[in-house]
């Protein structure tokens, strides 16, 4: 089989994959936050009219998410746009699940994509491989099988927007630079890339929770391997600090130290969140839950474990059989990665506690290690193939298409989850007496049903909008006999 049919071959696995996940996820019910986001509620309203958080410092008072106006910007625009798309060819309704399903899928796919980047860029293949690459990774990125311990997109469309959607983008903006550095640092950056760089950089630091802690992170292991190079000159003293700091590349410099001060700016505006953070547990309580919570993710499904355990095996066979120079580059990639695994990790507690998050680490808050996880797995498969010979070639074929069908085959599932959720909206669209009553015990477009019908206000406001209920239809939930 030539490259050209491995190639295509690789194609059809990702359109298949594409399918069943955007399928999939079309299944799922609109989760409690989108509502509030989209209409938006009045407590969200005063982040999409001040970006940058300005009134924060001119009247001292936070509000709902201050330094999060990229995720709620991203959403706004996606939910009040795609749906009367969809409903040139759909239903009011339909549309809403269809524009839901889309939005995590276009996550789903930019991630694999991303991670196919560094992969590829990694092992020095050409874009002509970057399929290959992508369908190393790609069964990974699960949505029901073991979506519980390792899946980064998640099932609510709203947190899949703050968590998983920044961290894509963050990929896609750190790779210019570890191509640049790849292909040897020779090509000059242009103005209009350098201002193009800190743009994307300044909508990042105020997009999602995450970002911040790991441009921290990550500018600080960047800037420590230029600068040691010239440390070592002065003996690691004191005087060789500011020498030292020459020897960063300028776009590594000017870029990553602007979006270190852009993220610095954003966690201080985070500050000054009002919701969400339970103050009632305090920080060394937090710290003492982390092993709690990576017991948890390891243990709880064998998906996560399985993954762990191959990548170790990959990574064990090649430092025993590759030449100096990939595994000198194994080697360090794996000791870049527990630096930033360890201070990740430990950054976490300070991040607040929240009752859907008992044990701080979570599958949502761990995607960066499970992104780099993912990158350890699909790098140490890829040099294997370009050294294994003879009978190791099979048993690395049989080993790789194991975990391909183990992972694939756990996701191959698609639980209708919204079937009461739509019963009821289809009900609130015929209803003419207000408010509507429903009998059906699920949520409809929140995280609990309400009893109440002015607990539905925003809900039902964003149902008109969207042309499901031709007037505002508050609701609530009959109690059961």
Known sequence: ???????????????????????????????????????????????????????????????????????????????????????????PIDSIYLSAALLKLLIHLGIVWSLGLYI?????????????????????????????????????????????????????????????????????????????????????????????????????????????????????????????????????????????????????????????????????????????????????KIGLPILLAISMIYCGWLLRIGNEQDRKKLKNTLIWIGVFTLFFTLLLPFGGYRVYRPYIIRRDTFAPVLFALFYVYGLSAGMLMMHVKGRGKWILAGLTVAVFLLFSISDWQFPSRNTCERSSLQKMADASLIPVPLDENCPVLGWTTFHEFGESQVQAELLHVWGVTDTIKVYHFLPEN
């Open 1 to 91: 089989m030539n490259l050209r049919h491995i190639s295509l071959f690789c194609v059809f696995l990702m359109l298949l994959d594409a399918g069943s996940y955007f399928y999939q996820q079309y299944q799922f019910p609109i989760d409690g936050d989108l509502s509030r986001v989209v209409l938006p509620s009045e407590g969200c309203k005063p982040v999409l009219s001040d970006p940058l958080g300005i009134s924060v410092w001119q009247t001292g008072e936070g509000y709902v998410s201050p330094n999060r106006w990229g995720c709620h910007a991203m959403m706004y625009g996606f939910f009040r746009t795609v749906p009367f798309v969809f409903q040139a060819f759909f239903s």
């Open 120 to 300: 590829s860029k990694g092992l020095g293949w050409k874009m002509d491989k970057l399929g290959m690459a992508m369908v190393l990774v790609f069964p990974f990125l699960q949505g029901v099988g073991y979506h519980g311990t390792m899946g980064v997109v998640d099932q609510a469309v709203t947190y899949a927007s703050f968590y998983a959607f920044p961290l894509m983008l963050l990929m896609w903006f750190f790779y210019p630079l570890y191509a640049w550095c790849k292909d040897g640092m020779k090509t000059r950056w242009s103005s209009f890339s350098y201002g193009a760089m800190i743009l994307a950089a300044l909508y990042l630091s105020l997009s999602g929770p995450l970002v911040g802690p790991v441009v921290i992170i990550l500018t600080a292991m960047i800037f420590f391997f230029f600068g040691s190079k010239g440390m070592k000159e002065y003996a690691w003293s004191f005087k060789g600090f500011l020498p030292s700091m020459r020897n960063i590349p300028k776009p590594f410099f000017l870029i990553l130290g602007l979006f270190c001060l852009f993220a610095c700016y954003s966690l201080i505006l985070g500050g000054y969140n009002i919701e969400g953070a339970n103050p009632s547990v305090g920080l060394w309580d937090r710290f003492a839950l982390l092993p709690t919570g990576l017991y948890k993710l390891f243990t709880t």
